[in-house]
């Protein structure tokens, strides 16, 4: 693993740890520092989220007592949306799997910068609101 490589997937974890997607700043990463094609970086991603999730729901069950049947039957549907995903990028052509996800990635930035902004002002409009009473 390369020193770029090793430096960006430590800060891509910490971005992650705070709430950031870091799958697609991992599949970013793995094209631009790697010979990685996008599928295979999106097939790294998904393999990796796998081994993450695991653990994050057994903690949650434990700490929140979270549903165990709703859980599994996210992670049925989930998986199955993964192979249904993978066998429509493994017969796209790079150019276009690359343009779908830069597309898909801009779409989700502008959203949560949309709800970031109408969060702002809504939590401006109570506090003046509460200043006037």
């Known amino acids: ?5 090793f430096a ?3 800060l891509i974890s910490a971005a992650a740890a705070t709430g950031i997607g870091g799958g697609g700043l ?14 295979q970086a999106q097939g790294v991603n998904l393999f990796v989220f796998v081994f993450a999730a695991v653990p ?14 709703i859980a ?5 549907c989930g998986c199955a949306g993964c192979m249904i995903g993978s066998m429509l990028a493994a017969s796209a052509e790079q150019k276009t799997l690359r343009t779908a996800f830069g597309v898909f990635a801009l779409a989700v ?5 949309v709800r970031q902004i109408r969060g702002a002002k809504s939590v401006k409009s109570r506090q003046s609101e509460d200043g006037k009473s």
């Open 1 to 5: 693993m390369s020193a770029v490589l």
């Open 8 to 10: 960006a997937a430590f």
């Open 26 to 39: 991992f599949t970013l990463c793995l094209t631009a520092f790697s010979d990685f094609t996008q599928f």
């Open 56 to 69: 994050a729901t057994v903690y949650h069950a434990r700490k929140n007592g979270a549903d165990l049947k």
């Open 72 to 76: 599994a039957y996210l992670s049925f």
């Open 109 to 113: 930035g502008t959203a949560s910068a």
